[in-house]
Nanobody, 128 residues
Framework: QVQLVESGGGSVQAGGSLRLSCAAS????????LGWFRQAPGKERDFVAV????????YYADSVKGRFTISRDNVKMTVYLQMSSLKPEDTSAYYC?????????????????????WGQGTQVTVSS
């Protein structure tokens, strides 16, 4: 069974940093692009960042560009989201997701509807 498990969430003050991790199992890790999304209760799930199968290419939402960094380790089968200069509006549940490559080198998919697998989420709370 494919499993994605997020960790690293918590509560921080505005301006602080957190690093989220997502450990994958049950899939051929390098065949998937990995993305991060966030969703507050009752709200839509929003794209945050995505990284290509080899970690060379990345794409970020404008709201986090310059503050967040996505990376992956294909040996550890883990994707990371380093979050810096956190703002109260970053408060959300954060989810990692995997989308299967279908021949393209970098899908850079921002729609959650297109992703194949999801983690359970980890809460990030940023206080002012």
């Amino acid at each position: 069974q494919v499993q994605l498990v997020e960790s690293g969430g918590g509560s921080v003050q505005a301006g602080g940093s957190l690093r989220l991790s997502c450990a994958a199992s049950g899939l051929t890790f390098e065949k998937y692009e990995l993305g991060w999304f966030r969703q507050a209760p009752g709200k839509e799930r929003d794209f945050v960042a995505v990284i290509s199968w080899n970690g060379v290419s990345t794409y970020y939402a404008d709201s986090v560009k310059g503050r967040f960094t996505i990376s992956r380790d294909n040996v550890k089968m883990t994707v990371y989201l380093q979050m810096s200069s956190l703002k109260p509006e970053d408060t959300s549940a954060y989810y990692c997701a995997a989308i299967l490559l279908e021949g393209a080198p970098f899908l850079a998919t921002t729609s959650p509807d297109e992703y194949d697998y999801w983690g359970q989420g980890t809460q990030v709370t940023v206080s002012s």
